[in-house]
């Protein structure tokens, strides 16, 4: 039980994590980059969501399924134990038959693992799964970047006015005479006389395409439900 327990902890380990991002986030909305410790704190939080995950599969092994695989067998096996993340149900209900002797697809366990997979409309899985890979084989992780925001008055130093302007998800920062202009730069910046408005930035995984802390808090959710799930079934 001790790899149940663990999960149990890194859930709320990672529930602090997701609070200390999301300072670390809001220091980065006026940056034009992702600070290297805020996305050092994302990789630490998805591969603690991941490592829960997969000391509870392991757990779920090890009780249900070791024992029915011979010796030659078990060794093809064992070090090829993770939660299952799969793209459609035959590819499914073959990794629970080669790899989970013991189960079927009518256990409570498998049910419920089934029902956190992508090809039931679930994203946070295949999303976890994406950004883990990456971020432990590749890179730190890669992020895109848009602006937001709403300029209520601005004059710059030609004399152009501009008023109860707003904008969304722009792929570029606003440029004035190729500087450009946010929140935290706009009245020190030479080429504005005043300015009065909101700019910031919002970040997006590159490899799901999807914001950052909705999709931080998307898995957090996710994962927590799982386990709670499963918790009632071990």
């Known amino acids: 039980m001790k ?15 997701l609070n200390d991002i999301k300072l670390l986030y809001n220091e980065c909305i006026y940056e034009s980059e992702l600070s290297f410790n805020l996305k050092l704190n994302i990789k630490y939080f998805l591969e603690n969501i991941r490592s829960c995950l997969d000391y509870t599969t ?6 249900y399924c070791r024992e029915n695989y011979e010796s030659k067998d078990l060794k093809n096996v064992e070090n090829r134990i993770y939660f299952p993340v799969l793209h459609d149900k035959k590819t499914f209900d073959k990794r629970i038959k080669n790899r989970f002797k013991g189960l079927s697809s009518e256990d409570s366990i498998v049910i419920i693992w089934e029902r956190h997979q992508p090809y039931n409309g679930i994203s946070w899985t295949d ?18 970047r848009t602006e937001s925001g709403t300029i209520n008055y601005m004059i710059d130093n030609n004399g152009n006015t501009f008023t109860n302007c707003t904008f969304s998800n722009c792929g570029a920062a606003m440029i004035i005479n190729g500087q450009p202009i946010n929140s935290k730069n706009a009245n020190s910046n030479p080429n504005i006389k005043f300015f009065n408005g909101d700019i910031k930035a919002e970040y997006y995984f ?29």
């Open 58 to 63: 392991n757990y779920i092994f090890d009780t």
């Open 206 to 234: 590159s490899e799901t395409k999807t914001a950052v802390l909705e999709t931080l808090e998307e898995i957090l959710i996710g994962a927590k439900t799982l386990i709670a799930e499963l918790k009632k079934e071990l």
């Open 3 to 17: 790899r149940i327990y663990d999960a149990f902890d890194l859930l709320n380990a990672s529930e602090s994590m």
């Open 127 to 144: 999303n976890l799964t994406k950004l883990t890979n990456k971020n432990k084989h590749i890179e730190l992780i890669k992020n895109s």
